[in-house]
């Protein structure tokens, strides 16, 4: 499905509890991203990675982690910290240098706090 | 950081007719410029992008130009048809700084017929 998968798409959680969103590529890129879509505020940098192991916040890292642990793939939780996780959230991987190019959007997985 | 604003927020405009959709950037050291199509349900998916070198890219119906003195970017649609109804975010990045791109609010385009 366009070499980025999320899964799941629609994932329901009660409060208090973290959850863990997946992000897998073949498309061999070496930058991976995750935001966040809420109505009316468009896409918000959540954390970003280079390469392996490595991995930076982006402008809303507060209650989210990530880990880098195979070039594949790029997981999310989202932590009981966060005080508003109900939303879209959105997967990306781009290539190499100059970087930024050709970003790839996963499908999204949907997220609802109940 | 980068800040990028996006007007309008919502666009509607009769069939055959042309929409431009017109984003500011704040950071001058931004040199790539995107613009993504996102439909109701689907993915983001890239339609056009300008790097700072050039003025004005055109793709078929679709065509941005970009004025690096006034650090503004703007996406023209001509001819515009229904299945141009979807929300276009535009985005800028510093394609030497780690490549993470900045988005714009968005803006809903509804095409009637």
């Known amino acids: 499905d366009g070499g980025i998968t999320q899964s799941p798409k629609y994932l329901f959680r009660k409060e208090g509890q973290n959850v863990t969103l997946s992000c897998e590529q073949n498309l061999n890129h070496d930058a991976m991203y995750w935001y966040r879509q809420d109505p009316g505020q468009g896409l918000r940098l959540i954390y970003y990675?280079?390469?392996?192991?490595?991995?930076q916040k982006g402008d809303i890292a507060e209650g989210y982690s990530v880990s880098r642990e195979k070039k594949e793939s790029f997981p999310l939780t989202v932590t009981s910290a966060q005080k508003n996780p109900t939303a879209f959230y959105l997967c990306?991987?781009?290539?190499?240098?100059?970087?930024?190019?050709?970003?790839?959007f996963g499908s999204g997985t949907r997220l609802t706090i109940v | 950081g980068e800040n990028v604003e996006q007007h309008p927020s919502t666009l509607s405009v009769q069939e055959g007719d042309s929409a431009v959709i017109k984003c500011t950037y704040s950071d001058s050291a931004s040199n790539y410029f995107p613009w993504y199509k996102q439909e109701l349900g689907k993915r983001p998916q890239l339609i056009i992008d300008i790097r700072s070198n050039v003025g004005e890219k055109k793709d078929q119906r679709i065509a941005v130009t970009l004025n690096k003195t006034a650090k503004h970017f703007s996406l023209h649609i001509t001819e515009t048809q229904p299945e141009d109804s979807a929300v276009y975010f535009c985005?800028?990045?510093?394609?030497?700084?780690?490549?993470?791109?900045?988005f714009g609010a968005g803006t809903q385009v509804v095409v009637t017929p």
């Open positions: 985005a800028a990045s510093i394609t030497d700084s780690w490549g993470k791109l900045q």
């Open positions: 990675s280079q390469i392996v192991n490595d991995f």
């Open positions: 990306a991987s781009s290539s190499g240098l100059p970087r930024g190019y050709g970003y790839t």
